[in-house]
Nanobody, 124 residues
Framework: QVQLVESGGELVQAGGSLKLSCEASGRAFSNYVMAWFRRVPGKEREFVAAINWSDGTTYYSDFVEGRFTISGDNTQDTVFLQMNSLEPEDMAVYYC?????????????????WGQGTQVTVSS
């Protein structure tokens, strides 16, 4: 049974940093694309960042590039999201997702496995 478990979300002041973690289990993820999405109430899930563990390629949404960094330890099936210079607009539930071959890495509909999410709260 595949499980993705996120952690690291908490309350932080604007301008601060957080590091989210996602531990994956239940199968070998070495050839998977691992991604972070986020959702605020009333809006659709939006793409944040992704990493292709087969070659290490990373992808970012425009609104986080330069502030967030996705990385991973594929020996431990863990992916991280380092978030710096957080803004109130970054406040959301952050989800980890995984898929062996998503057609579009930025489209949440292409990911088969999801975690339960971790809340990030940014105070202004």
């Amino acid at each position: 049974q595949v499980q993705l478990v996120e952690s690291g979300g908490e309350l932080v002041q604007a301008g601060g940093s957080l590091k989210l973690s996602c531990e994956a289990s239940g199968r070998a993820f070495s050839n998977y694309v691992m991604a972070w999405f986020r959702r605020v109430p009333g809006k659709e899930r939006e793409f944040v960042a992704a990493i292709n563990w087969s070659d290490g390629t990373t992808y970012y949404s425009d609104f986080v590039e330069g502030r967030f960094t996705i990385s991973g330890d594929n020996t431990q099936d863990t992916v991280f999201l380092q978030m710096n210079s957080l803004e109130p607009e970054d406040m959301a539930v952050y989800y980890c997702a995984a898929d062996e071959d998503p057609l579009w890495y930025s489209d949440y509909a292409n990911y088969k496995y999801w975690g339960q999410g971790t809340q990030v709260t940014v105070s202004s």
